[in-house]
């Protein structure tokens, strides 16, 4: 009888051990869930925008090449681009939703003429497009519009500023 009340006693045990850890990893399965969806999503913007992604060592080594290049913060200029931005990098705000058809509303007032004034003539030229972070696709809506209007060389720094600032990288600021 003590040995069946051992095991029956040890296999509760098991049985609770087993159910706790399962608990505690399934925080796991859902932040995996969420980072698919994440991925999915980005994957399915470049895919759309026809343009190709940049990750933040490959943006530092870039600027620290000293190479040609245009940096676009799509941030909103007070409460973002203004406080802190990727050293170098130009100002055009863009709106988070799709923007299929250019809308001054959605741009802070700035005209596709504007973009494309600073864009400048050479649409070989290279284009690096970021925003706050992964999951926001106001870079998404820069990239795109610079590849419709013809430019050919353009990327989108999914990472964006928290990404720059993540890896410990200095940061500009308009004083």
């Excluded at 009340?5 to 925080?27: E, H, T, W, Y």
């Excluded at 969806?37 to 090449?65: C, F, H, M, N, P």
Aim: hydrophobic share 40%; aromatic share 10%.
């Amino acid at each position: 009888m003590k040995f069946v009340r051992n095991v029956f006693s040890l296999a509760a045990v098991c049985a609770l051990m087993f159910s706790l850890v399962g608990c505690l990893g399934s925080d796991k399965f859902e932040q995996e869930v969420s980072k698919e969806t994440g991925a999915i999503k980005l994957v399915r913007e470049i895919q759309r925008g026809d343009y190709d992604v940049i990750s933040t060592a490959e943006l530092k080594a870039l600027l620290d090449s000293k190479a040609e290049v245009l940096v676009i913060d799509t941030m909103p200029y007070e409460a973002s681009y203004k406080k802190e931005h990727v050293p170098g990098a130009k100002q055009f705000l863009f709106p988070i939703p799709d923007m299929d058809e250019w809308d001054v509303t959605k741009t802070d007032g700035k005209t596709q003429e504007q973009f494309v004034e600073m864009l400048g003539p050479d649409k070989d030229k290279e284009i690096v497009v970021y925003c706050g972070f992964v999951k926001c696709s106001r870079s998404h809506n820069g990239a795109a519009w610079a590849k419709k209007l013809g430019y050919t060389n353009v990327k989108r720094y999914p990472g964006g500023i928290f990404a720059w600032k993540g890896a410990k990288y200095p940061v500009g600021s308009v004083k």
